[in-house]
């Protein structure tokens, strides 16, 4: 493994605290619940949100902690859920007036983890309620009983609810909203290689020199089927036409589009990619209205991409226009 | 003043978090064929708090012994695990609350609870392909043991054998709850990763459960 | 290769689509010279800033094109300088009133294409300045004479004289600003991986699973010398050591400081790369005022980092901290 | 209606354009021992341009078909290869602009404006590791084998080994121009991609210059 990396055990404290080095004036960071929060929070005024994820996706969560986003990330170690208690301690020191509103990607042991701190900070007399994003297509409900994962739609959900919090949206309404975002909003990922956790020190899966994963989840889980590498045409098609398919999005949408970055694939392949997948939607006769190329949640140093579908609405399509400030990429 | 109960309460909690340390990768390995390899590093991460601060957790029972121990695998295990590892110590906790003196009857009570409650955190059940597979076998195999009046260490040995027997049989088993769902089928072929952990455990304690010190010893 | 590609010879091409599709309102692509250019440049306003390089380096600097940064760039293949061409035609495309100011990393071929093209566009009448930037501290000056490499330092030159312009400065002012700038920015970078061309296929040099390539440049060229993998804190060493030796920067200095991804490493491990550099500086009196961590400029999917530290006085400060609009990285 | 001059200049053109197009691999993994990897490919997408576009050439006069392949080379070449290509033709150009015949001495004369271009250019000279070391010497020996009297085809033949030989000898330099000088020792051991380019250009008219076609062919 070559990374840099001191303890791989001191990895994501070691990332925290970079991150709280670089924005020393908007963002807390308290080691014992690895949580990063905003400086300012909780406020009297608007609800407070909390995402807690496994590390290894950054800039989900933590780097997304912000005004208009996050007010904290409590992640777990590189693709675990937190302790219980860091999210339970996070929500405690979050709450203020309006309640504390918990995103939780729909995982196992984030819904847990985060059920069980919800009722423990409810007990206390916290007002808390938790958001599941589920908008990965390349689990099939049918099979399986724990339900779709959450992926990179996480972000919408976030990017809506942050900027209706910001409005002082109380927290049914917040709920309201990103339900209705998770509703609409769908993502198919590909991995070109595998990621390699700092504490594993290998490969998470041996990935052939001409071979990809189809469907593939954001913590190295392999997907649904392997397949061989193809050209950038045929890999869109693989990501879009799922995506699609599922919702599904029609002639006449007006839609969000996100190529997203899985951690090893550079921006100039996202933004070909993304040219490719504009076209064959406009071809379908859905309109991308707004654009997202980069890394929004990562797998470590996985090459490979995710494509996210979001079906806009005039409400939606505000509340993803309106500001934020993350101490994330700064130009 | 510890009574032999709580010794061999102790024993068999010392025994699970040094076998959780000294199978960190083998756990990792398992729980990355199909999952995304954390199992190991965080059972280690937990128990290994558990081993630093052996001697701060309150004794007064053997209740209270197993909810410090439960609270902190709580406090510092993630993941699927944390729930699950931590309610299952909570549950046995509660089933001998106050108490110091614990029969073989307790021990499988213990067990039964330990496992409603992972069934009930994890919404699982024997067949989903879970360390339930593992421990819902092994606890049958120590009640019957039991009942039919063998001792501790020949109740261990079944166990540990019925364990390692439903762990090898999950290989064949289509996941149905945690990350490893997610593959459908690809997930035949390998053992679960939690049901092996608890085989190994079960053996480990079988090989070192003879050699414990059955006395208290006074620390000079 | 597994990569997002089509046709490896479209590659920049079909890049460059996707990066106008994205940014329909502000953004115009000239396919003929890869041109990538604001949609309302020239203005009799402002000198237009013009930068070329080879591509593969993104974000750098195609997707910094925008308000407060670039009027336009015109990048050639992958590592390779633009045709003069290209530079010539842009140029002429964005002359205004004001003048053009061309911004050129030190390369042999870049300093070909950028002089031909001014020497041209100067003929015919056109006011244009070439700015060349040389930050990079692992080439020795004196065993040669092409002269350091201008590599992620680039982005600080870029951003001040983009405020500047951005305030009306003329080109003299410009020369001046981004002459200041780039003689108080110094780089070091170091590859864990090597990249792979497109057009190549296969990657550009070989590494051993435990080496690292200290003093690479971004177009994969080796870098000076070879050495094992080792501890991210003796990696910031490698990078920091250097770099605040050369200028030299000194206790009191107030300094931003950069930690640019080569491509191919998590952002993740930037911040942590990023802490331990902060704190280095800090224990040695530096104190860093401005942060940047992320990916400036790039080489393709190569695995690594550079360091930069810019030494700050009030003008430099207050043209960083100055708003910029760009297309990339939409939050 | 072209002269036999004009005919062996299209030819010697041709024979660049498809060994640059047939050597794109090679060239580009000798620039990538020290360099930047894309040399092969830079000059296969500009020589491309050439041969697809070959018919479209103003042919008024050797001079102006010349400085017409140096436009498309400029327009289409980039990194280092585009300003010294295009150099090198454009200066070869001037030396015969509105001519139609041309003797051995003119084609010296127009490699020495060439190597004063590219040199000028690139402010490189001979031992900077450039293809300046293979393009010297190789014309040289043409100079060489021109005043003592040989044909064409011998001073194509010497003006190749020179060039070879040559281009070998930049194995043991150390690189003072372009992407390679960074390396600085370690440019040692390799040989300049530019040099070999023109050794293998120049080996590959020699095989050729024999069955050029030297009566104009009327296309039907
Ligand atoms: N819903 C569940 N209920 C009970 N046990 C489960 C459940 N899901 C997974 N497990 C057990 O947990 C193990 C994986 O633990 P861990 O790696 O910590 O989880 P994660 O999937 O969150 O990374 C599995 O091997 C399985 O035995
Ligand atoms: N300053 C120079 N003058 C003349 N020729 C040069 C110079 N620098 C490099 N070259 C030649 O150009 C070749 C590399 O060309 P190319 O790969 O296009 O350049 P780049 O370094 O821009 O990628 C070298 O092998 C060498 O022969
Ligand atoms: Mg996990
Ligand atoms: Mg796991
Ligand atoms: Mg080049
Ligand atoms: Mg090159």
Redesign the interface.
Known sequence: MKKFVNDPQQYVPEMLKGLALANPDTLTYVPEYNLIMRKDAPRDDKVSIIQGSGSGHEPAHVMTVGKGMLDGACPGDVFAAPPMDYVYETTKLLAGPKGVLLLVNNYTGDRMAFDMAQEMSQADGVTVKTLFIDDDVSVQDSTYTVGRRGVAGNFFVMKAVGAAAEEGADLDELIRIGEKVNSVTRTMGLALTACTPPAKGSPLFELGDDEIEIGVGIHGEPGRRRAKIAPANDLVDELLDPVVADLPFESGDRVALMVNGLGGTPISELYLVYGIAHEKLAAQGITVARSYVGEYCTSLDMAGASITLVKLDDEIERLLDAPAEIGYRIF | MTSPSFRDTEFVVREIAQTCLDNEKQF?DLD?V?????FG??LA?GFEVVVNDWDSYDRSDIGTFLQKIAVAI???????????W?TAFIRAAGVVKGRDEISGDDVVAMLRSAIEGIKA???ADVGDKTLLDALVPMTDAAEQSIASGQDAAATISAAASAARAAADATTSMIA?????????E?SIGSPDAGAVAVAVILERLDTDWPNRITEEVETP
């Not at chain 2, 406090?75 to 695990?81: E, F, M, P, Q, Y």
């Not at chain 2, 149905?176 to 459908?184: D, E, L, N």
């Open positions: 990792g990355s199909v999952g995304d390899g954390d590093y965080s991460r709580t406090g510092r295990i993630g993941g699927t695990s944390g729930p699950i931590g955190r994890g919404n149905k709850r945690g990350r490893a769902s997610y593959s459908g690809r």
